[in-house]
């Protein structure tokens, strides 16, 4: 197979390089950019506490909110937090192949010790340093503003020093490097849903047409349409072209693949059970494909180049070899 041959504007590699640079410096010039590493993100959000946990807002919602309540506020008003913004951030990394649970109906067969009913999946992945030379130092940089971000949270609760990190911010079971891990809530509850239209398409964005595999997913699947209470958040991933990933294809077209995520930020301080912990989540709010995934190397495996001979029947019995 021949390689690719250079063009007027260069090599496919700098053509590549040159895309994923100005990708970058619009990244830079964005203000939500986690890969930048001179600037602190806490100058632009601020964690809030909301229900029993906490959400990473923006302090320019804060503040606003905060003058209105003052200037306006009277008894009986609503949950003064209605109107803060959640911040979003981005950041550019390598989903993992081996850690990318995107599976539209995550293979759910039955009640599991996290997901108890089928209407409250997830969508999980792992995102890794970038492979790309033009993105990898700015993830170190994304790792330094997280935990700064962290950090500064698990502070503000006064979280007890035996309590342990869990979520958003982790390490590779492989090698112990840092990972970001991220999710998606598949199915949102709603007052009501017209019927009629739901039953006139079998669409895949939608809860009638959501791709499932096991007979019990199904089951719940039907049980939720009758309830007219769940509708589907399609995870809002694009490729590279801009268009957006239909549900069956999402582990095809992002496991590998190099993306930029936006996402917010949300923390739990867990003082109940055997364990102290620091919960963190990042939701997404968009996937866009940088580079589409690269096909994964299989391990090698060796071939005799002769057939060997099978060992007697009472050397099996000795060494515990072929099952009779």
Known sequence: MS???????????????????ADRQKLLHSGIYLGEADHSF???????????????????????TTTENTDTKEPGDDDPNSSVEQAIFSVVVQIDYDDCWLT????????????KEFEDIKLTFQGERPNHEVFSQDFTAAINNIRELINTQITAVGSAPNAVLRGFLSHSRANNADVLKFRHVVFEKVDGYDSDTASETE????????????????????????????????????????????????????AGALVRVSFTMAHWYITSGSELANSFVADVKAIRVLTDPTPKSPRKRRTAKQETELPSPSKRRRTGGLAT
């Open 3 to 21: 390689s690719p041959q250079p063009t007027p504007d260069g090599t496919p590699a700098e053509h590549l390089h040159r895309r994923l640079e």
């Open 42 to 64: 806490l100058e632009d959000a601020t964690w809030k506490r909301l229900g029993r946990g906490y959400q990473l807002m923006t302090n320019a919602s804060v503040e606003t």
């Open 104 to 115: 539209p109906c995550r293979h759910w067969k039955g009640p599991t010790q996290f997901t």
């Open 203 to 254: 669409d895949v964005y939608t809860l009638a047409g959501w791709p499932i595999i096991h007979p019990e997913a199904e089951n719940a699947r039907q049980e939720m349409m009758r309830g007219k209470a769940h509708q589907v958040v399609p995870l809002p991933a694009y490729d590279i072209k801009g268009n957006l990933i239909r549900p069956d294809k999402y582990k095809e077209a992002l």
